[in-house]
């Protein structure tokens, strides 16, 4: 199975090439909330994708999608950016047109996302209950909040809140026939959207699928929820540099929001119509902890396990080295998310996997100037692993600047890491985490012809 072609919306931009440099130069896309009026917040700043256009990517197709959500939007220029740059033809075609390509069976190209809910319609939804409030009860009134949310609440807004409306716009723009599903393994689910998506064309099922996710909970309720959860950092005076995994002083993740696609195909199709083979995707992991909710196993056993899962059905032994004396995989892309416990048991479950080449291994984690973009993070970090491979550059951990000392392991601070002296960046295993004990975990290599 290889992947032909990828595009992503993120904080830092939508270009593959543009963002990848500003990466590696350690910018951060994080400042104060600009989506709602957060000042009054326990933490009141994300990484938020500014100027964003639907109409840049579509043209005059993207009136058919304006009712969707943020997450259905950015999913939709992400995808047609996969699309185009698997070679099936151009974005901006009329509104009415159907949108072809001789290239596949419609039937046989299907979708897999890992995407949230929508976002809720915060000021009518919170109008409507004001106006269902019974003073003397001190409790929400039905007969008087049903015709008030009759009123307030805007049809549209609320079918979009679903979850599958934004696999079904991306399928109905694109033509997509073939398997659809998604998954909400919270931060794992566009990892574990890509995996599933490479077993269902393994298995016979599809010959393409499109595969990543999107997400934003930039919102009151999004925010509100992780505050609660202890689990944000407050670093508000000082937004930029707050998102620190594997630094001491770090004090939880910082929320993002964007979209994240691949197109993946059988090598066999995309030999067939000619494609451009950007790398081969060698093995996928997934693991339950079946620990606690919110709390990762102590020791990375979930993450351990994920792990070995992907290099064993890509047949790398963790204890080997390649021809030049290295690891045998040459870069981790960590979940790295800037809490105490995940940056902590992560580096455990790198040296269960590893054992005495774990120090030798990069390991370094993007959310440090992207942000955590939810279910979209696993599908944007995938395809950091594919600029990787192809520029044979490791991007840093940003703001790594006092090591814990339970994450001594090779997180490349500060600085990107320059392999092409030394033979590139050809496997890469990317992890993602989520909260119920989800573990995914992909490995891709450099696709060898």
């Not at 990848?20 to 000042?39: K, Y």
């Not at 996997?353 to 970090?381: R, Y």
Request: glycine share 10%; charged share 20%.
């Amino acid at each position: 199975m290889v992947i032909t072609g990828a595009g992503w919306v993120t904080p830092l931009g939508d270009d593959l090439d543009a963002v990848w440099e500003r990466m590696l130069r350690g910018e951060s896309a994080i400042r104060p909330v600009e989506h709602f009026d957060a000042r009054t917040f326990a933490t009141n700043f994300a990484s938020q994708v500014s100027g964003f256009e639907l109409a840049k990517f579509l043209g005059p197709r993207a009136e058919r999608h304006e009712c969707g959500s943020f997450a259905t939007r950015f999913a939709l220029a992400a995808a047609i950016r996969a699309w185009e740059s698997a070679g099936f033809g151009p974005a901006m075609i009329e509104p009415g047109a159907p949108r072809k390509s001789d290239a596949f069976d419609p039937k046989r190209f299907g979708v897999y996302l890992g995407s949230g809910e929508g976002r809720v319609d915060f000021e009518n939804f919170v109008r409507s209950n004001y106006q269902g409030w019974d003073d003397e009860t001190r409790r929400i009134d039905f007969r008087r909040w049903m015709p008030a949310a009759a009123r307030n609440l805007i049809p549209a807004r609320e079918l979009e809140q679903e979850p599958a409306m934004c696999i079904a716009h991306v399928s109905a723009e694109l033509g997509c026939r073939g398997p659809v599903s998604n998954c909400m393994t919270a931060c794992a689910a566009s990892t574990q959207a890509v995996g599933e998506a490479f077993e269902l064309i393994r298995r016979g099922d599809a010959d393409v699928m499109l595969a990543g996710g999107a997400h934003s909970m930039i919102h009151p309720l999004g925010m509100t929820g992780f505050i609660r959860l202890t689990a944000m950092s407050k670093r508000n005076d000082d937004p930029a540099t707050a998102c620190r995994p594997f630094d001491a002083t770090r004090d939880g993740f910082v929320m993002g929001e964007g979209a994240g696609m691949v197109i993946l195909e059988s090598l066999e199709h995309a030999q067939k119509r000619g494609a451009n083979i950007i790398a081969e995707v060698a093995g996928f992991g997934s693991s339950a902890d079946a620990y606690r909710i919110t709390d990762i196993h102590p020791e990375g056993a979930g993450a351990a396990a994920a792990m070995r899962r992907a290099l064993e059905q890509a047949g790398i032994d963790p204890s080997s080295k390649d021809a030049s004396g290295r690891p045998a995989v040459h870069w981790i892309n960590a979940h790295g998310t800037g809490t105490k416990e995940n940056d902590k048991t992560e580096t455990a479950g790198v040296k269960r996997v590893f054992g005495e080449l774990a120090p030798k291994v990069p390991f370094s984690s993007v959310k440090s100037m992207l942000g955590h973009l939810i279910q979209a993070a696993g599908a944007v970090e995938l395809i950091t692993c594919l600029q990787a491979i192809k520029t044979g550059i490791i991007p840093p951990t940003a703001n790594l600047n006092n090591p814990d000392p339970d994450c001594d392991l090779d997180h490349v601070p500060g600085t990107p890491r320059d392999c092409t002296g030394v033979g590139g960046v050809d496997v890469c295993l990317s992890n993602s985490f989520g909260f119920g004990g989800q573990n995914n975990t992909i490995c891709v290599r450099r696709f060898a012809g």
